[in-house]
């Protein structure tokens, strides 16, 4: 065995990073994003995933052998191209634990000392394979909590019984999150205390969401919108997206509209009424049902996961996000970077308010407020003075330039993180700013 910590010199640094899976989920496009901005000459990144492996072979079956199971994912193609590895370990099922950890033994043995670091997405059984890799080589291990909350019932039970461990500031060298929400959850409330508990902005690629108008003319063209009024939606079918609200809201637009007498909306008549969701997911089908109950099936696109998801910003006039729980979504980043109103549930940390764009509700309201809200905002009935943003009713160019330097300023442009995490890899020392962040996270106006 290699003495611990050692790690090979040749060629760039290798940081492995671990995911349940590579498919289009808001963790792995913002890790795809940074690694694309590193200087890959110096640094490069190989990925660990979970897949679904025969009960009973678990343990038996390497690497490579669950890799040729496997079926390729979203990110793989992009990841190859960037001269990143893919490797696989099996699902870890709660019922197969000394498989999964014998597993993992047998991966991080046949890898010893190859990673400098290892960096965990996955937060619920990071407490068993960090630990191996460290074991194994890995000169520093960092769970990178992406989430502040859990799935409910008997599976959210069992992953916050999984996590305890990582409330240990012993657990690792570093402890990331994306918010201090998300630390809080995880780590424990006094985490923030130590230092080695870094906040790291779930950051984008700025200039690629800053809005054009040419985009949104000939996207909304092609999808036969260009006399719509665009609510957006962007993030997979998940119970954490609350998907089954969001349809309610819009179907209370669509009614508070057609019941419109006292003409309180009289901008938007005459234009029809549609929602725009990108996103796949286990639950996607049953959306697609409920839609058709609540008699908006033809109103509602359902779009799946697009390549150019920042063009689709740009065909939109307002984005709804009523999710249940989230770490940092970077969705709504995004939408702020091209200019977009933004109403959001209230249970989402305040560090993603960015900009004036974002609103908060919450979700003990009914739909129908929500719904009265978004119609409010796009005929600016609340606030006389013109609010930039929401296309036709405001300059949304400007905005959108402005948003988009806001949300640079703020620490949430990739191509300015990958700077600061780069030096953190070849070094493996973390610069810290103040209480906790690695750079100033803060709330700023429009």
Excluded at 28 to 53: C, G, I, M
Aim: net charge neutral; aromatic share 10%.
């Amino acid at each position: 065995m290699r003495e611990e910590g050692a790690v090979r010199e040749k060629g760039p640094v290798r940081i492995l990073q671990v995911f349940g899976s590579l498919g289009l989920g808001g963790a792995e496009s913002r890790v795809v994003d940074l690694y694309r901005h590193l200087d890959r000459s110096r640094v490069q990144f190989d990925f660990l995933v979970h897949t679904k492996a025969e009960k009973g072979r678990e343990e038996r079956l390497s690497s490579k052998t669950l890799m040729a199971l496997r079926k390729p994912e979203y990110f793989d193609p992009y990841i190859t191209k960037l001269g990143g590895r893919i490797f696989a370990v099996p699902r870890f099922t709660g019922r197969n634990y000394f498989a999964y950890k014998k597993a993992l033994q047998r991966f991080f043995a046949e890898h010893e000392g190859e990673w400098k670091m290892v960096q965990g997405h996955m937060t619920s059984t990071a407490a068993i394979y960090l630990p191996i890799a460290k074991k194994y080589g890995a000169g520093q291990i960092i769970p990178h909590v992406r989430s502040a909350g859990t799935d409910p019932g008997l599976k959210g039970i069992v992953t916050g019984l999984l996590r305890r461990p990582l409330r240990k500031s012993s657990f690792a060298d570093y402890r990331f999150a994306c918010t201090k929400q998300a630390a809080r959850a995880v780590y424990g409330e006094d985490c923030l205390k130590d230092e080695r508990v870094c906040v790291i902005p779930n950051a984008v690629d700025v200039q690629n969401f800053v809005y054009q108008e040419e985009v949104r003319e000939d996207l909304r063209t092609e999808l036969g919108l260009t006399s719509a009024v665009v609510i957006g939606h962007v993030g997979r079918f998940h119970y954490a997206k609350n998907h089954e609200f969001l349809l309610q809201v819009f179907a209370q637009m669509k009614k508070l509209l057609q019941e419109d007498e006292r003409n309180e909306y009289a901008l938007l008549h005459g234009l029809s009424l549609r929602l725009l969701l990108l996103g796949e997911g286990e639950r996607m089908d049953g959306m697609r049902d409920l839609a058709k109950e609540l008699g908006i099936g033809e109103e509602v696109l359902f779009l799946g996961n697009r390549s150019n998801a920042s063009a689709y910003y740009q065909a939109m006039d307002y984005f709804l996000f009523p999710s249940r729980y989230e770490g940092l979504p970077g969705t709504v980043v995004e939408a702020q970077a091209s200019g977009l109103q933004c109403l959001i549930s209230d249970v989402i940390t305040d560090e993603v308010d960015l900009t004036e764009l974002v609103s908060r509700k919450s979700l003990q309201e009914e739909p129908e407020a929500w719904a009265k809200k978004v119609l409010d905002d796009l005929v600016l009935k609340e606030n006389p003075k013109e609010k930039m943003g929401v296309m036709p009713f405001g300059d949304r160019s400007a905005c959108s330039q402005m948003a988009a330097e806001l949300v640079t300023e703020a620490g949430f442009d990739v191509a300015v993180q990958a700077k600061r995490m780069q030096e953190f890899y070849e070094t493996g020392r973390m610069m810290q700013r103040g209480n906790n962040e690695t750079w100033s996270i803060k709330k700023i106006s429009c």
